[in-house]
């Protein structure tokens, strides 16, 4: 049984922040939450790969009538999509029509990709600074 000093401990070195080098500052500002919500539910993934092949506008009547989904919840896919930047919603009339933000999501991936590889992904300048605090 663990005593409540250990506990503490443990909860304390938890909730302690490892001071990140400056080549890694630039992660936690791109790992966006609502990016990762929007695209961790399968639904979401096969609405807006859908949009990125038609490369066009869809309603949100259209949307749920290809997925065979209600419509309230074709919506509330759509605006956790559009929360995330991931989609553009265009009103027309009564209707509002979504669009893929192709460029918005491309360019998050890509740095994201790249301020990865930069904090330590492969870069010797890492692998250097490990084995001299060892």
Do not use: W
């Not at 080098?21 to 979401?44: G, Q």
């Not at 096969?46 to 490369?55: D, G, R």
């Not at 009547?61 to 559009?82: P, Q, W, Y």
């Amino acid at each position: 049984m663990q005593t409540k000093s250990t506990s503490r401990t443990v909860i304390h070195k938890i909730s302690e922040k490892p001071n990140p080098r400056a080549c890694c500052a630039e992660i936690s500002a791109l790992f966006d939450p609502n990016l990762f919500k929007a695209l961790s539910d399968p639904n979401r993934i096969a609405i807006l790969a859908t949009l990125s092949i038609c490369s066009c506008e869809q309603s949100v009547s259209r949307i749920a009538e290809l997925f065979d989904l209600n419509f309230s919840v074709v919506s509330r896919h759509l605006k956790i999509l559009r929360d995330a930047q991931v989609l553009n919603a265009r009103k027309n009339g009564k209707e509002v029509l979504y669009m893929v933000n192709a460029t918005k999501l491309a360019d998050v991936l890509k740095r994201m990709a790249v301020a990865l590889e930069n904090c330590c992904g492969g870069n010797d300048a890492c692998a250097t600074e490990k084995e001299g605090a060892q």
